[in-house]
């Protein structure tokens, strides 16, 4: 019996280690097609991984796995611990893959600079060469893209940027108190912990402006970075920056969307002018402002950890605005619109805050909210042609004027006045849809 069970267990071992020369036993890799996202050049990918399997009923053996142009694409690739550099010539050899074993394989990319305004292929293929000489292949695909570089830039005196090429900030730019820093038809994508410090003045424009994230990967397959919040740190108007006027600009995915520090309230002077803005996904608020005049005219404010717009003293005028709040990482978000004449502990007198022909909804029941602390400091406000979900207040008749009050047992309510709030793949379009009850009416900024 003893000899019996000792020349089965030899067997089972010489199985598990016959290896075959077959021409038609081949591997089985995870993916073809090694897609990478696209990237700008000199800046190192994520990095990718796939598997490489042995389903045969015997071992297969690797003569070589090598990168088909060595160093001339930007790609590294390790293979199961291996590096394939230049000291081994950019292949492993004599690798053996035992049945129903794998191999992990792991890709990233630098590419250089393509010297074009578009983004260009960048190809290459890493070749697997079996014992039976039998050649197979993955291709590693990315789409690269020049742009240009800056590094905690400084705007000392009046400065135009203006690219078609992107523009990527790497730390704070900072725009100088005796500056004006105008950015036109220019995309910018902010690095983490990158931002715009304004001490003088910010102006936007053109046909369009976007501040963004840098990540052009994923997170994962059906959701791009660009569609998370807190990917840079956004805009900061410092006390003395005045007449920052933002127009056709497009701000996403930031900590915060703009901040604006408490200043002396000049009474004929906007600190900041928006017009046809979209502030979205913010991981903070969308916009928070101390003590300023804002006017924000035509914008969308959306999708925001903190409220989408909070007002604190100073005077706001919203006219043609779409506030929608909803943020789907957390319950815990706040309102669409906040007012108040107090901010922990200190008066900011409310001149004025004004909201005309607007739409103001979200997730929670009551997305709007005006705070007082103190009836001897200002507090003025005024709602007018407005569609608002918050409960209806028990004095309508100064206030509020032509106002549509949105309960959450109204059939069109909510994300349903948009074309897509689309939840599960974090797409949204805060385009009316046809079924809002005010469709058509000039409610709204679209």
Not at 68 to 77: A, C, K, M
Not at 319 to 333: E, H, I, V
Request: glycine share 8%.
């Amino acid at each position: 019996m003893i000899l019996i069970f000792v020349v089965a267990v030899l067997a089972a071992c010489t199985d598990d280690e016959s290896f075959t020369t077959s021409r038609s036993e081949r591997l089985t890799f995870s993916a073809d097609t090694v897609r990478l996202d696209t990237l700008f050049s000199t800046v190192p990918s994520s990095t990718y991984t796939f598997w490489v399997y042995n389903h045969s009923t015997d071992g297969l053996r690797l003569k070589q796995i090598r990168l088909d142009r060595g160093n001339q694409s930007g790609y590294r690739v390790n293979v199961d611990g291996t590096f394939l550099g230049q000291t081994t010539g950019y292949q492993v050899n004599d690798l053996e893959v035992r049945k129903g074993d794998s191999l992990r394989v792991f890709v990233e990319l630098t590419s250089v600079e393509n010297h074009a305004e578009d983004p260009l292929l960048v190809e290459d293929n890493l070749i697997f060469t079996l014992e039976s000489g039998v050649e197979q292949r993955v291709n590693l695909s990315c789409y690269s893209w020049d742009a240009i570089k800056l590094t905690n830039p400084v705007i000392s005196r009046d400065t135009v940027i203006e690219s078609t090429k992107p523009i990527v900030v790497y730390g704070m730019m900072r725009v100088d108190s005796a500056a004006t820093l105008t950015i036109h038809n220019t995309s910018l994508y902010f690095h983490a912990n990158a931002g715009i410090d304004v001490y003088g003045q910010l102006q936007t424009g053109g046909e369009r402006v976007l501040l963004r994230g840098d990540r052009l990967d994923h997170m994962f397959d059906y959701l791009p970075y660009d569609r998370v919040s807190g990917q840079w740190r956004g805009i900061h108007i410092y006390p003395s920056s005045s007449k920052n006027v933002l127009e056709r600009t497009e701000i996403r995915n930031a900590e915060y969307g703009i901040l604006c520090d408490s200043a002396a309230v000049d009474s004929t002077t906007l600190r900041l002018l928006m017009r046809e803005c979209v502030v979205h996904n913010a991981k903070g608020p969308g916009i928070q402002a101390f003590n300023t005049l804002l006017g924000l005219y035509k914008c969308q404010i959306s999708n925001t950890l903190g409220d989408c717009v909070a007002v604190y003293g100073g005077g706001a005028q919203l006219l043609n605005c779409t506030l929608a709040q909803f943020y789907p990482f957390s319950a815990n978000r706040g309102v669409a619109l906040r007012f108040a004449n107090y901010y922990e502990g200190y008066s900011y007198p409310l001149a004025y805050l004004v909201c005309q022909r607007s739409l103001i909804t979200g997730y929670e029941d009551d997305v709007i909210l005006g705070e007082s602390r103190d009836s001897t400091v200002a507090y003025a406000y005024y709602f007018e042609d407005c569609l608002m979900r918050t409960p209806i207040p028990e004095d309508t008749t100064v206030l509020f004027r032509n106002i549509i009050w949105e309960t959450p047992k109204d059939s069109i309510n909510g994300k349903k006045h948009f074309i897509r709030i689309d939840e599960d793949n974090l797409s949204y379009d805060f385009h009316l849809d046809s079924i809002s009850p005010v469709y058509g009416k000039g409610v709204g900024c679209y």
